[in-house]
């Protein structure tokens, strides 16, 4: 069974930064990500990348955020920077593995104004 693990939320001032972390157990993951959901809202895709690298963003973030992943320890980041009040929700991580999805429990995230 893969277990996702996310960590780094937080309450942070608009203009402030936050990196969230995410662990999956197993290996072989072609995509990984981070989708985030406010409340009353849809869980919509922030940014998710390859195996290989390469990264796509929602344009919401596009400049703002970056995703990295490290392979061989199943593990994604979102670094976040001059955040906003509207990006406050709860973060969740996303593994793919083969037609699988898996996904973690979530991390608040909180921007004040």
């Known amino acids: 069974q893969v277990r996702v693990v996310e960590s780094g939320g937080g309450l942070v001032q608009a203009g402030g930064s936050l990196r969230l972390s995410c662990a999956a157990s197993?290996?072989?993951?072609?995509?990984m990500g981070w989708y985030r959901q406010a409340h009353g809202k849809q869980r919509d895709v922030v940014a998710q990348?390859?195996?290989?690298?390469?990264?796509v963003y929602a344009s919401s973030v596009k400049g703002r955020f970056t995703i990295s992943r490290d392979n061989a320890a199943s593990t994604v980041y979102l670094q976040m920077t001059s955040l906003k009040p509207e990006d406050t929700a709860v973060y969740y991580c996303?593994?793919?593995?083969?037609?699988?999805?898996?996904w973690g429990q979530g991390t608040q995230v909180t921007v004040s104004s």
């Open positions: 996303n593994a793919r593995q083969g037609q699988a999805d898996y």
């Open positions: 990348i390859t195996r290989g690298g390469f990264a």
């Open positions: 197993g290996s072989s993951f072609s995509t």
